[in-house]
């Protein structure tokens, strides 16, 4: 028995020994087939990278497409509500009450609603980012955070709403005008913090893709405006006062929709807002990028407001307008294009850098720029085609018609210009590039832009030519600097940063899921 005990261990070295020799053997093997497979597939990638890039392009376009259109749809709904009212002032025939609602409505639009929608835009970054990191606490407590802020701000906006009249008497205008235009901002101030509440609950829709609801929100209140507009205009008599209580009205019901639905719906169980103090920790940091996205929103908007203003100093004022005004309700009803779709860009890549995937962020703005570059072709295309006759939607006058048709194609290069700054500006928005942005639309504006406007239309005498000319070299060097900023920005390096602040925040609000 110990015979065959010692046998039968020698006999199991044995095996064990020459199963050790074949394991090399069998290593090699393996790796032969590796090298081959490897060897097979560096001659296929080459192929098989245009195809996966080919779909992930043709994936985005398609998601970007889905928030775009419907975003187009809400920024149009909620600027039509003081066209549709402007309009309901218009058939009273009381030329002075029309004058001063036309004043009120640009003052109201420089001194509140554009400080608003700025602000509103750091919530691009902040929920966002939090939002792609899946920290859906925190982009509740910041959109919290947003709604206090921004009320704040309107307090000191509604003073100098309430005293506008004197501020316009400052600059000449008649007193008749005046008072209207103050009656109407009065009236208008209820609106004022609807819209502050309505801004921050866009953003929070808009940062986790939830368009949809913002859409059915915008399209009913301006369904809701236009009989409640008329009755309190015509049928209560409340004339000019009844056209900015209806806006107001209008801006609650979009704003406490998206609240309600935000309470009662499940897609927002996760990211629900609560008012709590953890709120309260995130005033500095919303402020941080608040401040400088109001500015660089503001400095675009108000260089467009200048134009108007230098127009009135024309020689012949009163056509040189006409004409700016044309080029400008034009270019504006088009930015809301670009501006829908830079707000996709926006979402999709703050929700990347937040994810920890700039690779994917870096995708998103190839894609973004070329919707851009097409969007924009197309539009020019159309304002060079009806060139002729894009002057007659506005006015009957001949010498307005004839200039409107002259200045097409600084209107097809405009057109390019604020398409991508639109997309450009969202990029910004979404990596947390306010402050950049701000400096750049102060010194091209202002420092470049205005003083070119101001030679061209009055040094050499071009007159509303130059002026557009002198804001449009202004928004050509905008395009140039964003353009290289985004292509010299360190994605990896960003979503690093995004991720380090997000775990940080995390810790002091008591949350600690998220990993850098």
């Known amino acids: 028995n110990n015979l065959n005990l010692v046998f039968h ?4 070295r044995e095996k064990m020994n020459k199963e050790e020799a ?11 087939e590796e090298k081959e497979v490897n060897k097979n597939s560096n001659n296929n990638n080459n192929n098989n990278n245009g195809v ?28 039509l509500l003081q066209v549709v009212s402007m309009m309901m002032v218009g058939h009273l025939g009381v030329l002075v009450t029309f004058s001063g609602v036309a004043i009120a409505t640009s003052f109201a639009e420089v001194t509140g609603f554009s400080i608003l929608i700025g602000m509103a835009g750091a919530l691009e970054t902040l929920c966002g980012q939090t939002y792609g990191a899946e920290e859906f606490r925190s982009l509740g407590n910041y959109t919290c955070c947003a709604i206090g802020t921004l009320t704040l701000v309107c307090l000191p906006i509604s003073l100098i709403w309430i005293f ?25 101030i209820p609106a004022l913090y609807g819209y502050a509440v309505l801004q921050a609950m866009t953003r929070y829709f808009q940062t986790q893709s939830m368009i949809y609801p913002m859409v059915f929100s915008s399209v009913a209140a301006l369904c809701f405006h236009v009989p409640i507009c008329w009755g309190l205009v015509f049928k209560f008599g409340l004339g000019h006062i009844g056209a900015a209580f209806a806006i107001a009205i209008s801006y609650w019901l979009n704003a406490i929709g998206l609240v309600v639905y935000m309470k ?62 044309v080029c400008l309700n034009t270019t504006t009803l088009h930015f809301f294009i670009p501006y829908a779709i830079g707000a996709s860009a926006s979402t999709r890549v703050s929700n990347e850098l937040g994810a920890g995937n700039p690779k994917a962020a870096k ?9 851009a570059v097409t969007e924009a072709v197309i539009v020019s295309s159309f304002f060079i085609c009806f060139r002729n006759v894009l002057g007659n939607a506005y006015s009957n006058d001949m010498q307005v018609i004839e200039n409107v048709a002259k200045m097409a194609p600084l209107l097809c290069v405009s057109v390019i210009a604020d398409s991508l700054i639109g997309v450009l500006s969202g990029v910004a928005r979404g990596g947390g590039f306010q402050q950049i942005g ?79």
């Open 9 to 12: 261990i020698e006999t199991s």
């Open 22 to 32: 074949a394991i090399p053997l069998l290593l090699t093997r393996r790796e032969e």
């Open 52 to 79: 996966v890039e080919s779909a992930l392009f043709w994936q985005e376009l398609k998601r970007v497409g889905s928030m775009a259109a419907p975003m187009v749809a809400v920024t149009v709904s909620q600027y």
């Open 164 to 188: 506008m009249d004197k501020i316009l008497l400052l600059f000449g205008q008649d007193p008749a005008i005046s008072l209207a235009a103050r009656e109407y901002c009065i009236c208008l």
């Open 264 to 325: 009662c719906s499940s897609s927002c169980e996760k990211s629900k807002i609560v008012f709590s103090s953890n709120a309260l920790k995130c005033i500095s940091e919303f402020l941080q990028y608040a401040i400088p996205s109001g500015l660089m929103f503001c400095f675009e908007w108000w260089s467009f407001e200048l134009l108007t203003l230098f127009a009135g100093l024309l020689p012949n004022p009163q056509l040189e307008t006409s004409i700016l005004s």
């Open 363 to 371: 995708g998103i703005i190839r894609v973004i720029v070329t919707v």
């Open 438 to 516: 701000a400096y750049v639309n102060l010194g091209a504006y202002y420092l470049v832009g205005a003083p070119i406007a101001l030679f061209l239309g009055f040094g050499l005498k071009l007159n509303a030519k130059g002026l557009w000319m002198g804001t449009l070299s202004g928004s050509c060097l905008v395009v140039i600097i964003l353009a290289i900023v985004t292509a010299l920005t360190d994605w990896e390096k960003e979503a690093t940063k995004a991720r380090e602040r997000i775990a940080e925040n995390s810790i002091k609000g008591g949350d600690v899921s998220v990993s850098v």
